[in-house]
């Protein structure tokens, strides 16, 4: 699986500031060339099929001969019978003519689609030798992948031939056997090409993008073709990065049921229900939450009565932040979860998650009401969808109906003794009159794969 992360970097030696800034207009007037150059040859190539010697000689006589047949009808006048057969010659002399246009078309085609790939290359060699063969190589590989999956429409008239903008990201490919990232006490020094050394500067997700550096120095992750993008004077890497990590042994006879939300953020259990575990606690992630959402309902009280001025610029923007801060809040606090679960899935070497499928909530009123108003619900399973997906395991939605109501041991309703219990009311049930954790019995259920009859 490849991934791809984008990291500011910051040039160490100052000096080379100016080859780069070079570089990157080189790139770009190259790719126009290229796919220029492509297109040329195209249109060229088809000409000379098009005039090819052999297919113009043959048409020449053709419409010679259908220009005689046409004289013929016109001196036969009222022959009737003649005029049928010369008709039919006519009808035969187009259809030759039809064939004879295919085959220039065939022809036309080999040619433009015969390998000259190579051809952009060597233009470009001639154009561009200050660009490092190695971006070279690359740009040519890329404007050709575009270009042949354009062509049929550029030539239909569908779409104009791609252009370039200025500060398209350089292509690189970087010697194997290259150190290409190496520690420096603290900070991670990228080589790139020509000697030039940039230090990565980690943004706000500094552990796991460090950690993903890390495990390309160790060799656990592969470094693919990757860019480097000048835009604005800052400079990025666009780092594609081939995940090899050893996928893990699943037993496609385990399933994890994912309950999310009434007293924990979330209740996992496998479909046996004999290992459950709770993720997080729902105090947690609301408390901080209603804090920061009282202070911003005082404050927009505060920004209504103020009129104009410094004083509500400020106000605005503080308020601006603490939304900012409130979405930061609930995406790491979703980061954790997802992470819980899928680990626990992975513990237990299960095949597949199930969820449930929420997306027409009313059915699930209760969880519905409570969750989805406090919590981006939503972002979390898309979390746990992404993060699992990167471990080989599967992940299914299923209908939320009634896997709150229904005793997962004996499969009969239940009864919601409260937000926390749950309380079978089936007397040959081994759970009969015993209180069960609500958000366990949901997940045992979810994990069986929901509930399929009441
Ligand atoms: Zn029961």
């Known amino acids: 699986m490849i991934l791809t992360r984008k990291l500011q970097l910051k040039l160490i030696d100052e000096k080379k500031w100016i080859y780069l800034k070079e570089l990157n207009n080189y790139v770009f007037m190259a790719y126009n060339d290229v796919v220029n150059t492509h297109y040329f040859s195209t249109l060229f190539k088809d000409r000379i099929a098009l005039t090819d010697e052999e297919i113009k000689n043959k048409t020449i006589k053709i419409n010679k001969k259908i220009t005689d047949v046409r004289d013929k009808i016109k001196e036969a006048k009222d022959d009737k019978k003649k005029i049928e057969t010369l008709k039919k010659e006519q009808q035969k002399l187009y259809n030759t003519l039809k064939i004879l246009n295919r085959e220039a078309r065939d022809k036309a085609e ?198 104009g001025g410094k004083g509500r610029t400020k106000k605005l923007k503080a308020l601006e932040r603490l939304r900012q801060k409130e979405r930061n809040y609930v995406r790491t606090y979703n980061h954790f979860v997802s992470k819980e679960v899928v680990n626990f899935a992975s513990q237990q070497k299960a095949a597949t998650i199930i969820m449930e499928d929420l997306s027409g909530f009313g059915k699930n009123k209760e969880k519905g009401d409570i969750v989805l108003r406090n919590w981006s619900y939503f972002e979390l399973q898309s979390m746990i969808e992404y993060k699992a997906k990167l471990k080989g395991i599967e992940v299914k939605k299923i209908d939320p109906k009634y896997t709150s109501q229904t005793c997962s041991v004996c499969g009969e309703k239940g009864k919601r003794e409260s937000q926390k219990d749950f309380l079978c009311l089936n007397k040959k049930c081994k759970n009969f009159g015993n209180k069960v954790l609500a958000d366990y019995n949901a997940a045992w259920n979810i994990a069986k794969g929901g509930v399929k009859v009441l």
Not at 117 to 127: A, I, P, V, W
Not at 273 to 288: N, P
Request: some cysteine; hydrophobic content about 30%.
């Open 110 to 307: 080999e040619f433009y689609t015969t390998g000259d790939k190579n051809f952009g290359y060597q233009m470009m060699s001639k154009r561009f030798p200050n660009i490092p063969s190695t971006i070279r190589t690359c740009i040519n590989t890329d404007v050709y992948a575009n270009y042949t999956k354009e062509i049929k429409d550029i030539r239909s008239g569908k779409r104009a031939v791609r252009t370039y903008r200025k500060g398209v990201p350089i292509p690189f490919q970087l010697e194997k056997s290259k150190e290409i990232f190496v520690k420096k006490n603290d900070k991670i020094i990228f080589r790139w090409i020509k000697d030039i050394d940039f230090e990565i500067i980690f943004g706000r997700d500094k552990s796991s993008r460090k950690s993903e550096i890390e495990k390309i120095i160790s060799g656990k992750y592969k470094m693919s073709d990757s860019k480097l993008q000048i835009k604005n004077k800052k400079i990025f890497l666009l780092l594609a990065l081939n995940q090899q990590e050893d996928k893990l042994q699943l037993d496609k006879n385990v399933t994890i049921g994912v309950d999310l939300g009434i007293k924990y953020p979330a209740y996992v259990s496998t479909n046996s229900g004999i290992q459950h575990q709770r993720i997080g606690s729902i105090e947690d992630l609301f408390k901080l939450r209603m804090q920061i959402q009282n202070r911003r309902r005082r404050l927009q009280k505060d920004i209504k009565s103020t009129h």
